[in-house]
């Protein structure tokens, strides 16, 4: 076996300490924040450390957004006694972005970032952080490179601090995202390649609302033009496929304008489209 490294022998007491400290060090903060569970782990971490009056939580809102996630993302915020901010943000005037190419996620992020760093420059807040955590340096994400250019920290990362780990925290904190489905832009759902329109995110969104609706929880619904490509957890699969419900959802897809309607049996996965995208290219 290889060897482990200093931070992953920490345990998780020591690497919260760590983090604590590293909030506390700063003189003020901007969270860009979206309320899942890292961005609302450590709004509350930086709120306990650095007082609200020294931080401000920033989401920002553009069609990529999902209006639930929004919502969420204001009713958290209040919950946990946050200043908030929400502010546009201009993705869909970006060419570079609507053509979709594989680093889509860095282009949107660059626009994100400096959209925030005016923020931060308007309230005179020192530093912008955000809230990757260790696990996701083992991911490809373009956007990360956009973070590193504009000087944004990611103190969860640097505290060593993995997914499982502030899941744990935030539960023992309890705050209400702690088991809360990963969640991503709706841009996520068009394959690279294809361009990012305002129609496309729309349609994607209703038909996620239908199905959440619906009592489906971890899903997507993968936009492959007149096709939608449809993932729900495995154990949700047998539910959907039920003749009564799936004749509801096809009806209702049709009539945001998909001319097919299909079910993947896989099931939900991370980064599906690449590996569609991949096949094809065999």
């Known amino acids: 076996m290889g060897e482990t490294s200093g931070v992953d022998r920490l345990s998780t007491d020591e690497k919260l300490n760590t983090l604590e400290q590293t909030l506390a060090d700063m003189s003020s903060a901007l969270v860009a924040y979206s309320g899942g569970v890292d961005s609302t782990f450590l709004l509350s971490a930086a709120l306990e450390a650095l007082g609200p009056e020294r931080v401000l939580a920033v989401t920002a809102s553009s069609p990529i957004v999902a209006r639930r996630d929004l919502k969420r993302a204001q009713r958290i915020a209040n919950q946990l006694g ?166 509801r959802v096809v009806s209702r897809l049709k009539e945001l304008g998909y001319a097919v309607v299909s079910l993947d049996l896989e099931g939900y996965r991370r980064e599906s489209l690449e590996k569609v995208i991949e096949s094809d290219r065999r």
């Not at 309230?123 to 973070?147: F, M, Q, V, W, Y």
């Not at 969640?183 to 496309?200: D, N």
């Open 82 to 247: 946050a200043r908030h901010r929400v502010v546009p943000t201009h993705q869909l005037a970006d060419p570079q972005f609507v053509d979709n190419p594989p680093e889509r996620c860095y282009f949107c992020k660059r626009i994100i970032v400096a959209r925030l760093a005016e923020v931060a420059r308007e309230e005179n807040l020192t530093c912008l952080i955000e809230g990757s955590n260790l696990d996701d340096k083992d991911e490809h994400r373009p956007g990360t490179r956009a973070l590193r250019e504009a000087g944004v920290r990611s103190p969860l990362t640097d505290a060593g601090l993995t997914k499982a780990e502030v899941r744990a925290l935030s539960r023992h904190a309890g705050l209400p995202t702690w088991s809360q489905p990963a969640e991503t832009c709706l841009a996520t759902r068009i394959p690279h390649g294809r361009r990012v329109t305002q129609e496309a995110l729309a349609r994607v969104e209703a038909a996620e609302d239908l199905l959440r609706a619906m009592g489906f929880e971890q899903l997507r619904v993968r936009h492959h033009g007149v096709v939608a490509r449809i993932e729900v957890a495995p154990a949700q699969i047998p539910r959907l496929a039920q003749l009564d419900v799936a004749t």
